[in-house]
């Protein structure tokens, strides 16, 4: 059996969730506010400018409604629905938060509170939402998938099979989650196993270009490059443009030491979404392993610019630093990396960060 070590990178590649129903995050309908007509139009203007993707004039209207009616916990799950659509997620979490002071019994506002935890790290946290969400609400799909990311960030792999095989009880055709269970099995080197969830996911989503780069991976590291190579091809032929899948593909290219191949699959990745953190991350590497380490640096930075919380640019960042003499700012950005790896749970790699952060500084 090949190395994997080259595929964690893809378990925290998983998004937190999908875009869920505005519905189900706990927006509020219009009927709900009939007795009130003054709610009523805000609550009516508030989901056309929602449905319309204007933001900033819905959280404005939301606002109005709270002033209107400041105990209404659907306000505040609207306000923090819109703030996680725009990326501010400790907004969005104080805004959850107020809307489950007022009812604590909706299943979907800790959900929603679950996820802009966890878009912000703190899995810890958004794993204690989630738990609250499935113990309201036992057949909520969304919290169980939720919980099981999150616990799979923090490496419980246990805990995360068990949210899994959950969701499979309660919808045996969720090839998602045949999917995840089949990664945690090859991080955990039960390759066959692995690959028979796999298996089971591409069936049951035969045209789902993640279940198939997925596989493709448990092929790869049983060695049948042919199968690997076949299931790789068909993922970018689904879904040529998903950057996601073209950062595995340059991962699997770097492990089998083609990194020019790697470096084009990063780039590509790095192009069509110039806010993939890990597609920087890629370029970085690859580049510091060609002993280009200003261009690696440079790789890095945007990294961190692109996702100020994922401590694999900071790590790099710091490696390139190092490479390229600046000892201090090395320290600095290492220190950096040890304290979001800490708190997102990934203590192996906190540790590893932690022991070229010693040498580092034993040859000053």
Do not use: C
């Not at 083609?258 to 806010?275: H, Q, Y």
């Amino acid at each position: 059996m090949r190395n994997v070590d080259w595929l964690r990178p893809r378990l925290f590649l998983l998004s937190l969730a999908l875009l869920i129903p505005l519905a189900t995050l706990g927006l509020p309908h219009p009927s709900v506010a009939e007795d009130n007509w003054q709610l009523y139009e805000l609550f009516q203007e508030g989901k056309q400018r929602v449905d319309a993707k204007d933001f900033s004039g819905a959280l404005e209207i939301y606002r109005r409604a709270a002033t209107v009616d400041s105990r209404n916990p659907r306000i505040y799950s609207a306000i923090g629905y819109i703030k996680a659509q725009q990326g501010e997620h400790e907004e969005a979490v104080q805004a959850y938060r107020q809307a489950i002071s007022l009812d604590n019994r909706n299943a979907n506002f800790y959900y929603a509170l679950g996820y802009s935890l966890g878009n912000l790290g703190n899995f810890n946290g958004a794993v204690a939402a989630y738990q609250e969400a499935v113990r309201i609400d036992p057949r909520n799909l969304m919290a169980y998938q939720g919980l099981g990311v999150s616990l799979m960030r923090m490496r419980n792999y246990p805990e995360a099979l068990r949210a899994y095989r959950r969701i499979i009880e309660l919808d045996p055709k969720n090839g998602g989650a045949y999917e995840s269970i089949g990664l945690m099995l090859l991080e955990q080197r039960q390759v066959r196993e692995a690959i028979e969830a796999l298996k089971q996911a591409a069936e049951l989503a035969p045209r789902n270009a993640s279940i198939q780069a997925s596989l493709g991976a448990a092929y790869l590291s049983q060695g049948d490059v042919p199968g690997a190579q076949a299931a790789l091809n068909e993922a970018i032929r689904l879904d040529p443009r998903n950057p996601k899948i073209n950062i595995q593909v340059g991962e699997m290219l770097k492990s089998q030491g083609d990194n020019e191949g790697a470096l084009v699959s990063f780039r590509r990745a790095a192009s069509i979404d110039s806010k993939m953190a890990d597609a920087h991350v890629g370029v970085g590497s690859v580049l510091l392993a060609q002993g280009k380490s200003l261009e690696a640096l440079v790789a890095y930075r945007q990294a961190t610019q692109a996702d100020a919380r994922n401590p694999d640019g900071y790590f790099g960042l710091g490696q390139a630093l190092k490479a390229r003499g600046r000892m201090e700012e090395a320290i600095a950005e290492f220190t950096t990396a040890i304290r979001l790896y800490q708190g997102q749970g990934r203590m192996d790699e906190a540790r590893q960060v932690n022991l070229a952060l010693q040498e580092l500084r034993q040859n000053l």
